[in-house]
Nanobody
Framework: QVQLVESGGGLVQPGGSLRLSCAAS????????MNWYRQTPGEERELVAT????????SYADSVKGRFTISRDNAKNTVYLQMNSLKPEDTAVYYC?????????WGQGTQVTVSS
């Protein structure tokens, strides 16, 4: 059974940093591309960052380039999202995601609120 469990969200002031983690289980983590999405009320989920299964190739939404860094530790079955220079518009629920055998798998999400 595939499980994705996010953690690390919270309340942070503008300009601050947070590190999100997503612990994966139930599949061979190292074989799969991993993604971070985010969603605000009334909006569709937005792809924030992607990391490949091997080699660690990454890509980012334009809105977070230069501020966010996605990484993974295949020994720990964990993917991370380091978020720096946070802005109020980064406020959202952040979700970990991967696609396995044609099925999109999601975690429960972690709330990030950027506010003074």
């Amino acid at each position: 059974q595939v499980q994705l469990v996010e953690s690390g969200g919270g309340l942070v002031q503008p300009g601050g940093s947070l590190r999100l983690s997503c612990a994966a289980s139930g599949f061979i983590f190292s074989r799969y591309v991993m993604n971070w999405y985010r969603q605000t009320p009334g909006e569709e989920r937005e792809l924030v960052a992607t990391i490949t299964s091997v080699g660690g190739g990454t890509s980012y939404a334009d809105s977070v380039k230069g501020r966010f860094t996605i990484s993974r530790d295949n020994a720990k079955n964990t993917v991370y999202l380091q978020m720096n220079s946070l802005k109020p518009e980064d406020t959202a629920v952040y979700y970990c995601n991967c696609r396995i055998r044609g099925r999109s798998e999601w975690g429960q999400g972690t709330q990030v609120t950027v506010s003074s």
